[in-house]
């Protein structure tokens, strides 16, 4: 069972914004940071977004990550059909001493 | 380059025992936090273990506690992932994942993972 919360799908069309949401508690969220991580079908998954907004090189700005107290959401600007993925949040959780995961999103672009 | 590749999956029955191991590449090793993470077919992932640099410091997720045991050799740049006493529902895709220099921060790269199937 996942500790942190995601919608399992979303979708939309090419150039809209889509928002993903992720839900955790004070001892995730509420105190760590948020990373997002982009997984094609039948490939490992690649970090996307990591402590406040940073993006690893190659990742394009079109994707924002925020967070407020125990809740954090991934933006993606100007969708394209290419980011049609899964996408999953994760935080350490210092009660568990380790890492949560949501369910995962699988993004649709119509 | 940084790449990380696994080896070591397998079909194996229930209550069996294999070991799967991670060779890093392009980095120094020795510096990183090191993570298993899993992911059952067609699920979510599951963060399995992490070791620090040393090895000094572990933990495991509740699901394999007892069961699974991670380790190191930094000599050799390779992380291990020791899977004892195996459930059917331990069948993953078991990827490997460089931290930082701390637990607590973020995974990546990861490597390409390798296919646990536990079946009688």
């Known amino acids: 069972q996942s500790m942190l919360t995601q919608p399992p799908s979303a979708s939309g069309t090419p150039g809209q914004r889509v928002t993903i949401s992720c839900s955790g508690s004070?001892?995730?969220?509420?105190?760590?940071?948020v990373n997002w991580y982009q997984q094609f079908p039948g490939t490992a998954p690649r970090l996307l977004n990591y402590?406040?907004?940073q993006r690893p090189s190659g990742v394009p700005d079109r994707f924002s990550d925020s967070k407020s107290g125990t809740s954090a959401s991934l933006d993606i600007f100007g969708l394209q059909s290419e980011d049609e993925a899964d996408y999953y949040c994760?935080?350490?959780?210092?009660?568990?001493?380790?890492?949560?995961f949501g369910g995962g999103t699988k993004l649709t672009v119509l | 380059q940084v790449h990380l590749v696994e080896s070591g999956g397998g079909l194996v029955k229930p209550g069996g025992s294999l070991r799967l191991s991670c060779v890093g590449s392009?980095?120094?090793?020795?510096?990183?936090?090191m993570n298993w993470i899993r992911q059952a077919p067609g699920k979510g992932l599951e963060w399995i273990s992490y070791?620090?640099?040393?090895?000094?410091?572990?933990n495991y997720a509740d699901s394999v506690r007892g069961r699974f045991t991670i380790s190191r050799d930094n000599a050799k740049n390779t992380l291990y992932l020791q899977l004892n006493s195996l459930r059917v529902d331990d069948t993953a895709i078991y990827y490997c994942?460089?931290?930082?220099?701390?637990?607590?921060?973020?995974?990546?790269?990861w490597g390409q993972g390798t296919l646990v199937t536990v079946s009688s």
């Open positions: 070791m620090s640099v040393t090895g000094s410091f572990t």
């Open positions: 392009g980095f120094t090793f020795e510096n990183y936090y």
């Open positions: 994760a935080s350490w959780d210092d009660s568990l001493n380790g890492w949560v």
């Open positions: 402590e406040n907004n």
């Open positions: 004070r001892s995730n969220i509420g105190t760590n940071f």
């Open positions: 994942a460089r931290g930082t220099v701390a637990a607590r921060h973020w995974f990546d790269p």
